[in-house]
T-cell receptor, first 111, second 113 residues
Framework: SQQGEEDPQALSIQEGENATMNCSYKTSINNLQWYRQNSGRGLVHLILIRSNEREKHSGRLRVTLDTSKKSSSLLITASRAADTASYFCATANFGNEKLTFGTGTRLTIIP | EADIYQTPRYLVIGTGKKITLECSQTMGHDKMYWYQQDPGMELHLIHYSYGVNSTEKGDLSSESTVSRIRTEHFPLTLESARPSHTSQYLC????????????FGEGSWLTVV
């Protein structure tokens, strides 16, 4: 089964609002990454947070990591129509070089 | 911008045909992957390689096969395509080591009729 589970599965918000997506995982991780996928395209890496970090920022993106709860959140501030995409979290586990992807959140920004 | 390329982007073929999806990367990455993804669904790892002459089955069983004769090239072959193989196939690569960023190609959409 997938390591990461995103919540919600789908999210629709008005342009300009903030979007928050959550990811839960099951085992200890080396790092956690967020990827974006536009419809019909490949995935693009957004941000990586290591297990010893609690928060990371990149432009309008803010990622938090709570290893005690085995969860992470991705916040997109001041959303734009171009942010419409699916967002996946991926975990890197110790001793396993493969990333494990979650189920994804489909984000729709309404102009 | 990722330097990983997949061809063809779209392919419609008849049942029983043999097809090869091409994937090449120019980043010198040792690790390469093939994922299968149905529309709007999660990704499933079907094959991976840690270097030349190294190939492993992924988490999802697949009737496809792969080869890694050159570092930059990781083709996927279906000997006899079936409608159940209709899906998007995503090729990806990364540097060796744990938890490195994965770079994806644009995907190959396969439809078997």
């Amino acid at each position: 089964s997938q390591q990461g589970e995103e919540d919600p599965q789908a999210l629709s918000i008005q342009e300009g609002e903030n979007a928050t997506m959550n990811c839960s995982y099951k085992t200890s991780i080396n790092n956690l990454q967020w990827y974006r996928q536009n419809s019909g395209r490949g995935l693009v890496h957004l941000i990586l947070i290591r297990s010893n970090e609690r928060e990371k920022h990149s432009g309008r993106l803010r990622v938090t990591l709570d290893t005690s709860k085995k969860s992470s959140s991705l916040l997109i501030t001041a959303s734009r129509a171009a942010d419409t995409a699916s967002y996946f979290c991926a975990t890197a586990n110790f001793g396993n070089e493969k990333l494990t992807f979650g189920t994804g959140t489909r984000l729709t920004i309404i102009p | 911008e990722a330097d990983i390329y997949q061809t063809p982007r779209y392919l419609v073929i008849g049942t029983g045909k043999k097809i090869t999806l091409e994937c090449s990367q120019t980043m010198g990455h040792d690790k390469m992957y093939w994922y299968q993804q149905d529309p709007g669904m999660e990704l499933h790892l079907i094959h991976y390689s840690y270097g030349v002459n190294s190939t492993e089955k992924g988490d999802l069983s697949s009737e496809s096969t792969v080869s890694r004769i050159r570092t930059e090239h990781f083709p996927l072959t279906l000997e006899s395509a079936r409608p159940s193989h209709t899906s998007q196939y995503l090729c990806a690569s990364s540097r060796s080591g744990t938890g490195n960023t994965i770079y994806f190609g644009e995907g190959s959409w396969l439809t078997v009729v």
